[in-house]
């Protein structure tokens, strides 16, 4: 007897091998054809014309709802006599279930409800990114969209939030300071962080690690690096430690949250204060995401044309690896690492060959002196070639680009005078001057520690239960400072209070262990010490002005507390000693390639060429030349302020001169009376009622081939708040900042 299930199959197969197109729906004629073939061969030949005949039969098209016919038109769907479906298709898509459309597969069958819930939402984009791609239930992920299009992904990787993904030496540098924040990354690790602060060292590292993510999506925007960043990033302790940045675009859904905590109030006191505070340091957060972001675009960028140039000059092969470096002591281990680890050759960005030993002397002076570098850009290629790249990075063309001690500058002048081309006899000469009102200045300084000693002993007087409050409310460094100046700063890193410094154990109180000690008592035995003579540091001076100046704050009628009132005058008079020490040593006349320049100026004009990187003008045409270290940085530095680069060519465009030697030559000095006051208030004649935190010391101008240009000025401050010790910076003038952005 005949098998009908077997002879159904055998057609079925047959069919299916000789259409490629799988089982088809017998509507073209090459189908009827073929299957009137099949039959033939198969000797069923006695039923072949009533079996097509059957086939061909097409069912009555039973009437759509009216909304559902609507639908049928605009999706394009007719009657195929089965169901419906698209007139250039093979096939129905969807059928007739009292008069509603419904989904169907090839063989007409309805789509099982698994299905429809495996194919819906989140779970089913992912399932339909994971079938073959030439599956109609086929769709690109997101990520798979990204890549062809080269733009970031919105979803941000979950193993990555907070983390670097960087394979460089100072990986765990980077993500202990995510972990720690800034400020609490010493504690935990023993080490000071890379010079700077909170923001710096944000900025350092996730334009780095952002880097990396161009070199994978290089079409993504600013915006969209940004908020993936902020994503990643801005949740982290560091990132909760971000200052907002001014000038910077605003995140549309942060400020939509500001203005709902906002409320009924007003920004000075808004209606939800706790959601307010909250939305407000997430976009201090995004401010910094955002810098870093356009630091990135401008690094990557700048690799990338670098690698090409490689390329072509020297030969760099076409994979490439790209390590973005940190400027803590671990990152600038990692870095000689990978120049010792070299198999093949070492190139600085202009396809110079450089030595190892000079490059990892170089290296190794990072952050100061020959090397200014915050980070570096180092690429491999397959051949074990290594291209090296260094960079000053700054959020914004406002930064301070320099400061420095009063003590730094004394040792800076003198080799500045040792370096010029006065007789042995004038060298000594001027030395001696420089001596001279450095230890003035040094003495008036030295009294900041003297004004302690009567606000301690007037402290001692006062309310204990408000000094203690002030103590516990402190979000700064106060209780740190009475740690180190008690136990030592050894001790505080590893957290060992058990025992004291031995000049502090005729003031501990009676029966109490050092690892017991109140805040409060701590503060007594800093005062009593204090009251008593003994010679103050800067943690126990910092302890003692910190709760003086906010007791005074809370408590305007106390008096013998305002210790920046105190400091004001002394700060006027270190001005005053500086534009007279450089007034005296203009008297001895420096020979600068032929031209006689002032000693005094040229010590400032040696100083701008050291505090704003100006030997960047001199490459080309200076070179790299070997055993000397000092000439790397010409052609592998950059300053990168928050995506405005600095080179040596935009230097030289915007100051108008060719070379230092030329900038030596018409470099001026000009003073002017400008100071920084803690108060913006003013008596009933308009003068400034507020204590001096600051003074501009010197604006720095150079007339070069465009006429006379404001370079910027150097200001005499504090950095540690209106009772902290002061120094020197430098920062560009606004002339010279929108010269940059021009030219970036």
């Known amino acids: 007897m005949v098998d009908k299930n077997q002879i159904i199959e055998q057609i079925i197969e047959e069919l299916n091998f000789r259409s490629k197109e799988g089982y088809p729906l017998l509507k073209k004629s090459s189908h009827i054809e073929l299957l009137s073939e099949i039959l033939t061969e198969l000797g069923l030949s006695s039923i072949k014309h009533e079996l097509i005949e059957n086939l061909l039969i097409e069912d009555e098209e039973e009437p759509l709802d009216d909304r559902e016919k609507e639908r049928a038109k605009k999706m394009g769907l007719v009657w195929k006599g089965k169901g419906y479906g698209k007139e250039e298709?093979?096939?129905?898509?969807?059928?007739?279930?009292?008069?509603?459309?419904?989904?169907?597969?090839?063989?007409?069958?309805?789509?099982?409800?698994?299905t429809k819930t495996a194919f819906s939402g989140e779970a089913g984009d992912e399932f339909k990114s994971q079938l073959p791609k030439e599956d109609p239930a086929y769709k690109p992920s997101d990520v798979d969209?990204?890549?062809?299009?080269?733009?970031?992904?919105?979803?941000?990787?979950?193993?990555?939030?907070?983390?670097?993904?960087?394979?460089?030496?100072?990986?765990?540098?980077?993500?202990?300071?995510?972990?720690?924040?800034?400020?609490?990354?010493?504690?935990?690790?023993?080490?000071?962080?890379?010079?700077?602060?909170?923001?710096?060292a944000f900025n350092e590292i996730v334009s780095g690690e952002l880097v990396l993510i161009l070199e994978k999506y290089?079409?993504?925007?600013?915006?969209?690096?940004?908020?993936?960043?902020?994503?990643?990033?801005?949740?982290?302790?560091?990132?909760k430690e971000q200052k907002e940045t001014a000038g910077i675009p605003k995140n549309p859904e942060l400020e939509k949250r500001r203005k709902e905590a906002i409320g009924n109030g007003k920004a000075s006191k808004p209606q939800f204060p706790e959601q307010y505070?909250?939305?407000?340091?997430?976009?201090?957060?995004?401010?910094?995401?955002?810098?870093?972001?356009?630091?990135?675009?401008?690094k990557h960028r700048i690799t990338q044309q670098r690698i090409k140039n490689l390329q072509s000059s020297v030969g760099f092969g076409k994979e490439t690896k790209t390590f973005p470096f940190y400027g803590a002591d671990a990152s600038i281990s990692a870095q000689v690492d990978m120049v010792n680890n070299a198999k093949g050759k070492v190139y600085l960005p202009n396809g110079t060959e450089v030595e190892k030993d000079d490059l990892n002397e170089f290296i190794k002076a990072?952050?100061?002196?020959?090397?200014?570098?915050?980070?570096?850009?180092?690429?491999?290629?397959?051949?074990?070639?290594?291209?090296?790249?260094?960079?000053s990075d700054k959020t914004t063309t406002q930064d301070i680009q320099d400061n420095s001690t009063l003590a730094n500058e004394e040792n800076n002048y003198n080799s500045y005078i040792e370096k010029s081309l006065l007789n042995e006899d004038d060298k000594a000469k001027a030395k001696d001057i420089n001596k001279e009102y450095s230890t003035k200045m040094t003495e008036i300084e030295e009294k900041y520690n003297n004004q302690s000693v009567t606000i301690a002993s007037n402290l001692l007087e006062l309310d204990t239960d408000k000094i203690a409050k002030i103590i516990s409310n402190d979000k700064g460094t106060l209780v740190k400072n009475m740690d180190y100046a008690l136990y030592g700063e050894t001790a505080w890193k590893k957290g060992d209070f058990t025992q004291i410094n031995k000049k502090w154990d005729n003031y501990l109180p009676k029966g109490v262990k050092p690892e017991d000690l109140t805040n409060i008592q701590k503060a007594e035995m800093i005062y009593k010490f204090a009251n008593d003579g003994n010679k103050l540091n800067a943690p126990i001076v910092k302890?003692?002005?910190?709760?003086?100046?906010?007791?005074?704050?809370?408590?305007?009628?106390?008096?013998?507390?305002?210790?920046?009132?105190?400091?004001?005058?002394?700060?006027?008079?270190?001005?005053?000693?500086?534009?007279?020490?450089?007034q005296v040593m203009n008297d001895y006349q420096a020979d600068v390639d032929g031209v006689k320049v002032g000693l005094g100026t040229l010590m400032e004009a040696e100083e701008n060429i050291r505090g704003f990187h100006l030997t960047m003008m001199d490459y080309p045409p200076k070179a790299?030349?070997?055993?000397?270290?000092n000439s790397i940085a010409g052609a592998s530095l950059d300053v990168n302020m928050g995506g405005t680069i600095v080179n040596g060519e935009v230097l030289r465009g915007c100051l108008g001169v060719e070379s230092t030697t030329e900038f030596k030559q018409k470099f001026e000095l000009v003073e002017e009376e400008a100071l920084t006051y803690d108060s913006n208030e003013k008596d009933k004649d308009g003068n400034p009622t507020g204590n001096v935190t600051g003074k501009k010391v010197f604006t720095y101008v150079v007339d070069g081939s465009g006429g006379k240009k404001e370079l910027g000025y150097k200001t005499y401050r504090s950095k540690e708040g209106a009772v902290g010790k002061t120094s020197n910076t430098m920062t560009y003038s606004t002339e010279m900042q929108s010269c940059f952005k021009s030219k970036s």
């Open 277 to 298: 505070n909250e939305v407000m340091q997430e976009r201090a957060s995004y401010s910094k995401s955002r810098v870093s972001a356009r630091s990135a675009i401008k």
């Open 543 to 582: 302890s003692i002005n910190k709760v003086a100046l906010q007791y005074q704050e809370e408590n305007p009628t106390t008096v013998g507390l305002d210790v920046k009132k105190l400091l004001s005058e002394q700060r006027r008079e270190v001005v005053e000693m500086q534009r007279e020490k450089i």
């Open 366 to 391: 990072g952050g100061g002196g020959m090397n200014p570098s915050d980070t570096a850009t180092f690429v491999t290629d397959e051949n074990g070639n290594l291209l090296v790249q260094f960079h």
């Open 624 to 629: 790299y030349t070997k055993g000397n270290p």
């Open 89 to 114: 298709d093979d096939f129905i898509s969807y059928k007739n279930d009292g008069g509603k459309l419904v989904k169907v597969d090839k063989d007409g069958e309805s789509e099982p409800e698994e």
């Open 145 to 200: 969209k990204a890549k062809k299009k080269k733009i970031i992904p919105k979803k941000v990787d979950n193993t990555e939030i907070g983390k670097v993904v960087s394979e460089t030496g100072d990986s765990e540098v980077k993500n202990t300071m995510f972990d720690e924040g800034y400020k609490g990354y010493e504690k935990k690790t023993g080490s000071k962080p890379a010079p700077g602060g909170p923001g710096s």
């Open 218 to 239: 290089p079409n993504t925007t600013e915006e969209e690096l940004a908020n993936y960043s902020h994503k990643r990033f801005g949740g982290t302790t560091l990132g």
